[in-house]
């Protein structure tokens, strides 16, 4: 504080020890003894309901009515319980149209649990003692004679056990132990089988007609106006079937219809038919639905990491970290006038995996 | 001929020029004059073209040109239909108060009779969505659960599961469908505003699209039930869990933090 000599002179008065400041000319500073010294603890300064009993009795009273206030919030639980209705909609001001009985049960068993705490603390902090203790340190170890008491047990208990002389219990024991944990080990056969070739291919096959999933029918080219999303899946596909989450999630399609012109990709147009283009709907990042079409620009956003795809280029990444560009599948129509596919998708669908080269 | 050549300077040729070409013009409109008379129980309807068309010369052909085929500003009208005016000018997205990547909506400049009027001119330039009648996207009667399912597979990739709208690229964004009137719902479904693409009858058929509207007017009014109550935004779990930490966590340190401050010491130090 005082590095300079003398610099206590420009400091305020304020700011400096009195003491100090007046004794430093002389060259004897008084030191008041240790200054590392206990300081002990601060005098015990007593509460109003130490000293008054009216308000003792006062906090009491607080006390007991929070009690109170909950047994009562409890038993309107319980009410509601019984008698709301669970499809009952009322309107509360700031939440809305809420159900009756989920706001009731969640309004009387929070005040009945809040009324307990804020009732313990008040009793705590008004009437329970207050009078500070100090629990002084002591050292954890045990006397040398419990400690060799516990080591005389031990031994004897081993003894007594025959741990030691009957061979076959202790390594049975010992093999059942280290048996136990296999069950773990085996229950891991469960994060297999490994895919094997099975994400290189999808359901679509040669000939299969193009449905759509809002009317189950088989789409139609004149179904599919320029500027509109349609989507689709193979034939023969019901939501009920077992399979159906691990077929759709690698062959679901999106079809949109683009004036043949504003293609740029030639081979995007030449497996489309009259700029009919069908394309995966799944991202090729880590294999997020993708749907979020806009119709002027053509482009899919995927709504995951923002991978942008541009439909009008051949499914190309124009943003995002999307590593490769949406698998097209071929389209043609058959001899009945619908869409069909012309096969599988040339390229695995979806995200990158480490074989897939 | 000739003799008719060398009259052509005469001071007077230009009188009887002049009177041939009355003649002839009043020829032939005393020959179409009574065509438009057997016209006259269509004339409400051509009235309305007409008065459609002068609307849009004051108010739309600035972008979308003199005889709506559009210039590099605004696309092209004909073919839209009347179900695209209705919408556009309806919810006052048109006309548009400045270029951006989306119109977004505002009070509408046009009443509705106005509306029809433009509608019935931009219908004439070429056949397109026709504006549907009340009957078509009245929700009365439709299946709320299969336009749940519908909403899912169709519309909540850009709409958000809950109808609350959502993010697209550069700008654009999926509007919330909270309290959208019924008629505007289907209309954006037949036309595709924007960028929305559109779902025609041919892949979505009426009683989807009625399904539909019914499934939003009983998740996403004013009047539509919250069992949870608070929805936050209806955004997803991500708001709720935050909200959780921030503020009820919040207040109860809050309220921690006040007990703690509060002395009950008779003597305050």
Redesign the interface.
Same mark, same amino acid.
């Given at each position: 504080m005082s590095s300079e000599p003398g610099s206590h002179e420009d400091m305020s008065e304020d700011n400096l020890p009195s003491e100090r400041a007046h004794d430093a000319h002389h060259g004897a500073v008084a030191v008041a003894g240790d200054a590392f010294a206990d300081p002990g603890l601060p005098a015990h300064?007593?509460?109003?309901?130490?000293?008054d009993e009216q308000a003792a009795k006062h906090s009491e009273r607080v006390v007991a009515g929070l009690f109170v206030l909950s047994m009562l919030a409890t038993i309107g639980f319980i009410a509601s319980y019984v008698t709301l209705k669970p499809g009952k909609?009322v309107y509360i001001f700031?939440?809305?149209?809420?159900?009756a009985l989920?706001?009731a049960l969640?309004l009387t068993l929070g005040l009945a649990l809040f009324c307990i705490g804020a009732g313990a603390?008040h009793w705590a902090?008004?009437l329970m003692s207050?009078v500070e203790t100090p629990a002084e340190r002591h050292p954890i170890e045990a006397s040398p004679e419990v400690r060799a008491q516990v080591i005389a047990d031990f031994k004897q208990g081993a003894a007594e056990s025959q741990f030691g002389r009957r061979k076959l219990i202790r390594n049975t024991m010992f093999g059942a132990m280290a048996m136990v944990p296999l069950s773990g080990l085996v229950l891991l056969r469960d994060l297999g089988p490994l895919p094997g070739k099975s994400l290189r291919t999808t359901a679509w096959r040669k000939g299969m007609t193009l449905i759509?999933?809002?009317?189950n029918l088989p789409?139609?080219p004149?179904?599919?106006?320029t500027?509109?999303?349609?989507?689709a899946q193979p034939p023969g596909l019901s939501e009920d079937d077992d399979d159906f989450q691990d077929v759709i999630a690698k062959a679901a399609l999106m079809i949109?219809r683009i004036e043949p012109d504003e293609i740029k990709d030639k081979r995007e147009l030449d497996w489309g038919h009259q700029g009919i283009v069908a394309f995966s709907k799944i991202c090729t990042h880590v294999g997020c639905?993708?749907?979020?079409?806009?119709?002027?620009?053509h482009?899919v956003?995927c709504?995951c990491h923002?991978s942008?795809f541009d439909l009008a280029d051949g499914g190309r990444v124009i943003?995002g970290p999307a590593g490769h560009a949406l698998p097209q599948l071929r389209i043609s129509v058959n001899g009945s006038g619908y869409l069909e596919a012309l096969g599988d998708f040339a390229e695995p669908v979806g995200p990158s995996f480490w074989e897939r080269g | 001929m000739k003799k008719l050549s060398a009259r052509r300077r005469h001071p007077l040729a230009a009188l009887v020029v002049l009177l041939f070409a009355l003649a002839a013009t009043g020829g032939l409109y005393a020959a179409f004059a009574p065509a438009d008379k057997a016209q006259a129980d269509t004339s409400s309807q051509s009235l309305a073209i007409q008065e459609g068309q002068k609307l849009y010369s004051v108010g739309c052909a600035t972008c979308h040109g003199t005889s709506g085929k559009g210039t590099k500003t605004g696309p092209s009208l004909v073919g839209v239909g009347s179900a695209a005016v209705d919408f556009q000018v309806g919810t006052g997205r048109m006309p548009a108060q400045q270029q951006g990547p989306q119109i977004p909506e505002k009070k509408a400049i046009y009443n509705q009779a106005q509306v029809d009027q433009l509608a019935a001119y931009i219908a004439s330039l070429g056949p397109g969505p026709v504006k549907p009648t009340s009957q078509q996207y009245s929700p009365d009667g439709a299946d709320i659960a299969n336009g749940g399912q519908?909403f899912r597979?169709?519309c909540s990739?850009?709409h958000n599961a809950s109808g609350k709208g !959502?993010a &697209?690229?550069e700008g654009?964004y999926?509007p919330s469908l909270e309290n959208a009137p019924p008629k505007y719902i289907y209309e954006a479904m037949l036309t595709?505003p924007?960028?929305?693409?559109?779902?025609?009858d041919?892949?979505?058929?009426q009683k989807?699209k009625k399904d539909i509207i019914a499934y939003l007017g009983a998740t996403d009014s004013d009047?539509?039930?919250?069992? !949870?109550? &608070?929805?936050l935004g209806g955004i997803g779990p991500v708001s709720e869990g935050l909200f959780g930490w921030v503020f009820g966590l919040g207040a109860l340190i809050a309220l921690a933090i006040w007990?703690a401050t509060h002395t009950?010491?008779?003597?305050k130090?």
């Open positions: 300064l007593p509460r109003r309901q130490d000293l909609i700031p939440v809305g149209h809420v159900s989920n706001f969640g603390v902090r008004t207050d759509n999933p809002n009317t789409l139609r004149e179904d599919i106006t500027g509109s999303l349609t989507f949109v639905p993708i749907s979020l079409y806009e119709q002027q620009t482009h956003l709504p923002q942008t943003f | 519908l597979t169709n990739q850009c !959502g &697209l690229t654009k999926a595709g924007q960028n929305m693409p559109s779902f025609p041919s892949t979505m058929p989807d009047k539509a039930a919250n069992p !949870g109550g &608070l929805e007990v009950t010491k008779a003597r130090s």
